[in-house]
């Protein structure tokens, strides 16, 4: 990026810069003193800690400009201050300003899972015709946006924006300053249910999505979900594309099929040859779809969208491979969690050709509220005392689970940890066998990737 402090100012409506000030250039904008680069505005928010406290360090990281929101007379004189009334509003005015800028294609993508995903995959078929920046890592709240678009290059044609939320009205705040193009729904679980209440509470914050969406932009959502059928109706027909297994969708798939590492299917977009993803489970298929729609939407050629898909990246601890101790493998899915999610994973995990055994370590998915239990125990129909070999739960929401499978897995096949992760891992160092594959997966706040981390054979273990 490229502004100037005059420019910078009259983007979040400041007061006129000093004319000295005026033309010192800013290639950077970060809220971290310590990640800085050259030629940065520092933006101290105001939160747990108060960055202006920080400023000093900001300077010497590289800070040739300030948002300032406390009393001058506390500010700093060696920089140009850009005095604002609230740092974070002044960040997603500048943001605002920089988007209508450079002037992208927007897309938006949300869901309770798959939404990183799915960005991933978007990235990978809309680079086949475009220049595209996208969300890294999870930057995708009232802070991570506004500074994903200011890390935008000038030149970019597409932006693809993550929106992640665990309170109704986020998804809306990000929705009107990103003003998409496209907005993608991935799907509806139970993600934040504490919080929103229950699976049509969900529906409604994801909906917001379109609150911004600008006139005549295309709504991708999945065609087997009625919350989000009967709630994008409020949109023109023509605005509404789906995806999914139904062939009444606009893209569906057809002769799936998982492998360990990879995932072919047939869609009615490409008729005439298998498309492959470089990932295992026959849930990413609905994921690539939602990808293929916004190729589509924007008119990308879908054999070059296909092309891209078979070699797209995906972020890591997302469903990804790892060796494991004692020539296992591990399938790390210890990133995110929800019920819906992890018996799809169960799923396909269960279907998965080996010569070893099946071991899964499953830990608590959290801000689950009153139905904590009921989810929990919901995740009994996934495991098959005929396919999973083993099961290891991690937590005290997994207590109930446990009780339920005692009788059906058995005290030899069914173990059950709980704080200190120490006497886990070590049973588990002495459990796993060569060939075995190993299932980790749970909400972040778990930390199973920490258990993870100590079965890896990159690790001292």
Do not use: C
């Not at 809306?172 to 509470?201: F, N």
């Not at 959502?221 to 606009?250: C, H, V, W």
């Amino acid at each position: 990026m490229f502004l100037t402090v005059k420019e910078i100012a009259q983007a979040v409506h400041a007061q006129t810069i000093e004319d000295a000030w005026e033309m010192v250039e800013i290639n950077a904008v970060g809220f971290d003193s310590r990640k800085l680069s050259a030629h940065s505005l520092f933006v101290p928010l105001v939160s747990e800690n108060d960055g202006h406290s920080f400023i000093t360090q900001a300077i010497n990281q590289g800070a040739v400009a300030t948002f300032w929101s406390k009393s001058l007379e506390d500010a700093p004189t060696d920089i140009p201050v850009i005095q604002v009334a609230d740092t974070l509003k002044a960040l997603q005015d500048l943001a605002e300003y920089y988007l209508n800028k450079v002037k992208p294609k927007v897309i938006g993508i949300t869901g309770s899972n798959g939404k990183t995903t799915t960005k991933d995959m978007t990235e990978a078929v809309v680079s086949s015709q475009y220049r595209v920046h996208k969300t890294q890592g999870n930057f995708n709240n009232h802070i991570g946006l506004p500074i994903t678009i200011l890390e935008m290059p000038q030149e970019t044609e597409v932006i693809i924006l993550e929106m992640g939320m665990n309170h109704a009205g986020e998804i809306k705040v990000l929705s009107d300053l990103a003003k998409p193009d496209i907005a993608i729904i991935t799907m509806i679980g139970e993600s934040h249910i504490e919080y929103l209440g229950s699976r049509a509470g969900i529906a409604d914050a994801k909906m917001e999505i379109i609150s911004g969406l600008k006139e005549n932009g295309i709504l991708i959502i999945p065609g087997n979900e009625p919350l989000l059928i009967e709630r994008a109706s409020i949109l023109k027909k023509e605005q509404i594309k789906t995806f999914g297994s139904l062939l009444t969708n606009d893209s569906y798939s057809v002769e799936i099929v998982s492998g360990m590492k990879e995932t072919t299917f047939k869609t009615n977009l490409s008729r005439d040859s298998f498309i492959k993803l470089p990932v295992t489970g026959t849930y990413n298929v609905d994921n690539a779809l939602a990808a293929l729609s916004s190729a589509v939407v924007l008119g990308i050629a879908i054999d070059k969208a296909v092309q891209k898909l078979a070699t797209f990246q995906l972020t890591k601890n997302r469903t990804e491979w790892l060796e494991g101790i004692h020539e296992s493998m591990l399938l790390n899915d210890a990133y995110n969690a929800n019920p819906t999610a992890m018996k799809a994973v169960l799923a396909n995990f269960s279907q998965l050709k080996n010569s070893g055994r099946k071991i899964v370590v499953l830990g608590d998915m959290l801000e689950l509220g009153e139905q904590t239990d009921k989810l929990h125990l919901s995740i009994q129909e996934a495991l098959s005392t005929e396919e999973i070999d083993q099961v290891i739960l991690y937590g005290t929401h997994m207590k109930v689970l446990y009780d339920a499978l005692k009788t059906i897995f058995g005290k030899e096949r069914l173990h059950h940890f709980n704080g200190d992760k120490g006497p886990m891992i070590a049973f588990l160092k002495v459990l796993i066998q060569p060939k075995d594959y190993v299932l980790l997966k749970s909400s972040f706040g778990t930390d199973l990737l920490s258990v993870t981390r100590a079965l890896q054979v990159t690790t001292d273990n």
